[in-house]
């Protein structure tokens, strides 16, 4: 059996509720949601209704209908970058934590349209997220994106403190949840967030193939993809009612029939549950790594508050070559490289190397980790004899 440390980039398994629930759907009201009056479609339509709810109340959305469904965490920050306006000389702001999904977006933007953009993280004199966040607004700032937990380092970034700190400020605030949607607790209102990206298919415990973005009533978006709606057939424009015009084509119905049951498994064991369970694996990992010479943790160490992502580098060792001999050898699944965030490895030194990711999930155990801790020991022995 596979020792599966690879939750941070999708998680596995899956509770047994969300292949039963994608299997109901495709067997069962395998219809067009949204398209046709019949019964099927009601069917098709009304699981998809019940998620869009259940996903607007769990992260305090304002409006039900600024759910939007998409592929993955990728369309969903990719919509909420380009369906802004942007002209020359507009300004974001970001973290040197994002991934390539939100630092494509915004270096494409930079080329084609001129917008310009700082990456920052605290240091000596900006001591806070908020101190180096704040100092880089100008009244050119159009967007802040700030991702919630690094998918390398498993730092959690304080989204909360930044948001309220650009209340009233006029600057439109993107959080990408990606590695905490499911794990941290996430309030739209109370953060202040005006759009939340992330993907179904991490902590939400849900399949591949579905993504979704939140946005609140005054954002004002335009939809990246036109097409059928659903509605207004009739139309040569696209219609600007929500959520079809941002969705057009056909969902992803058994993929959000999946989702829905995901999200009920994570409410029933609770986000404060699936964290420290999560983080005491990462803890334990990080702990039994150190006690072996020569092994440099990359990130915040055991005693802060930390995602179950642990990142690491043996010296004189290469990582990929560790991965692999953990996966073909140990049976051990994590993964190493740059992990779709170079500008963290920049940060981090760690750019020519890389490092090795294993990262926890609600299923993984302290065993599993103990087989890791033990596996890396004698792979580093082996290749350094
Ligand atoms: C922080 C972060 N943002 C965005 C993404 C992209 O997610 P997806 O592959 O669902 O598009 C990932 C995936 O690893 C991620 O870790």
Redesign the pocket.
Known sequence: MMIYLDQ??SSFPKPTTVADAMVKAVNEYGANPGRSGHQLSKCASAVIDKTREKVQKMFRNQSVDRVVFSL????A?NQAIDGLSWKRGDHVVATTFE?N??RRPLERLKKEKGVLVDYVRPNEDEKTWEEAILNKITSNTKLVIV?H???VTGEIIPVESIGVSLKNSGVMYCV?A??TAGVLPIDMEAMNIDMLAF?G??GLLGPQGV?VLLVKNHVNLRPINVGGTGSHSEELEQPKIWPAGWESGTLNTPGIAGLLKGIQEVEKRGLSTIFEHEKSLSIHCIKGLKKLPGIHIVGPGEEENRLGVVSFYIDGVDGLEVAMILDEHYQIAVRAGL???PLTHESYETSDKGVIRASFGIYNTKEEVDQLVAAIEEIKDGLLE
Do not use: E, F, I, R
């Not at 993955?72 to 369309?75: G, L, M, Q, R």
């Open positions: 941070a980039a993955n965490a990728t369309t920050l991934h999904s939100v991702t937990g690094s998918n990408d990606s590695q993907p298919h991490k993504g992990h779709c965030a």
